[in-house]
Nanobody, 119 residues
Framework: QVQLVESGGGLVQPGGSLRLSCAASGRIFSINVMRWYRQAPGKERELVASITSGGSTNYADSVKGRFTISRDNAKNTVYLQMNSLKAEDTAVYYC?????????????WGQGTQVTVSS
């Protein structure tokens, strides 16, 4: 069994910063791609950023230059540094990962963490 647990969400003013963390635990051999998604009320879940085990990254156009994804492979943890936050960044942020286990590669989701950008 693999679990992804996010932390770091909260309320922040426009222009502020937050850092999200997502730690994977369980019977893990290795983790391939780790991702952050978000879902705002009334909208579909969207991919925000992704990072491979080698450190290659991709970002949604809406967050380029403001958000930075990184990971610590030794800790099976992925981070999302969010700067210059805007009201439209308000959403539940979800961690997602492709994890090698005894059953092969499986995709896992975290429970989500709320980010609210408001004055």
């Amino acid at each position: 069994q693999v679990q992804l647990v996010e932390s770091g969400g909260g309320l922040v003013q426009p222009g502020g910063s937050l850092r999200l963390s997502c730690a994977a635990s369980g019977r893990i051999f290795s983790i391939n791609v780790m991702r952050w998604y978000r879902q705002a009320p009334g909208k579909e879940r969207e991919l925000v950023a992704s990072i491979t085990s080698g450190g290659s990254t991709n970002y949604a156009d809406s967050v380029k230059g403001r958000f930075t994804i990184s990971r610590d492979n030794a800790k099976n943890t992925v981070y999302l540094q969010m700067n210059s936050l805007k009201a439209e960044d308000t959403a539940v942020y979800y961690c997602n990962a492709d994890v090698w286990t005894t059953s092969g590669v499986r995709n896992y989701w975290g429970q989500g963490t709320q980010v609210t950008v408001s004055s």
